[in-house]
């Protein structure tokens, strides 16, 4: 993922594109730091497990926000989902992504 693209993927307009289209939020957080606190109805998928829950993720047919405690990981996550065929946007900081929601 190029610098460009981190922008672009962390833009407003993208997150409000995904949410009008009833994207799923991915926390790939640990299951200690997600319980927490975390955005309401977010899934918990560690990134360590995501390569585990592609096909589940793909069988939503939904687009997908990745957000995590600063965006890195979440950045991660989101380049294994894309490389998977998955659409996804990453949200960056899931405190800072609930205040776009």
């Known amino acids: 993922m190029g610098l460009l693209d981190f922008f672009k993927s962390n833009s407003t307009d993208y997150i409000t594109d995904f949410k009008s289209r009833n994207a799923i939020i991915v926390d ?3 299951p ?3 319980r ?10 560690p990134l360590q497990d995501i390569n585990n829950h592609l096909v589940e993720l793909k ?3 939904r687009p997908v ?4 405690a600063s965006g890195m990981r979440s950045g991660s996550a ?6 998977n065929g998955i659409e ?3 949200g960056g900081g899931w405190m800072s992504l609930e205040k776009r929601l």
């Open 28 to 30: 790939v957080r640990t």
């Open 32 to 34: 200690g730091e997600f």
């Open 36 to 45: 927490q606190g975390a955005i309401k109805g977010s899934k918990n998928i």
């Open 59 to 61: 069988k939503l047919n």
């Open 65 to 68: 926000i990745t957000c995590c």
């Open 78 to 83: 989101a380049s294994i989902l894309k490389r």
């Open 88 to 90: 996804v946007v990453n």
